[in-house]
């Protein structure tokens, strides 16, 4: 019987380095965000609020990166009747709203971002380039 098994933890800096490209990228598109980045216990490693974003904006953002940690799945497409149990297990500190992806390395889901104050797309596409980042980082001198 096997008693442990591996795990990956997201480090600070990581978790700095997925924050700052989602910053480049809200910067570029000229939407203040409030981006959160947890780890896979869903502890916060990073978090800002730019200059503009909206303050209500903390709260969703940070449980769109707890959401995307916890289920591995992107936020905005879980099927509305496990989002509306998940809401409601969890005391709504989870949601099915867009700009939340999980964060992957080597099969394991290590943390999550969450992206929140500009429109449901707006923040899903900054998500998207902060994650394209990471994995560009991690797969750096790895042989394909």
Known sequence: MTMTRPALKLAHEGAL???TAAIDAAAAMGVPQ?????????NLLAFVRMDGS???SIESATRKAMTA???GQPTG?????????LAEATSGRMTNLLGGLPLIADGHIIGGIGVGSGTGE???EIAKAAVAAFERSINKGKVA
């Open 17 to 19: 380095m997925v924050l």
């Open 34 to 42: 409030c981006i959160a980045i947890v780890d896979e216990g869903c």
């Open 54 to 56: 909206r303050v209500l």
């Open 69 to 71: 940690a916890t289920t």
């Open 77 to 85: 497409g879980i099927a509305p009747d496990k989002a509306l149990l």
């Open 122 to 124: 707006q923040d899903l």
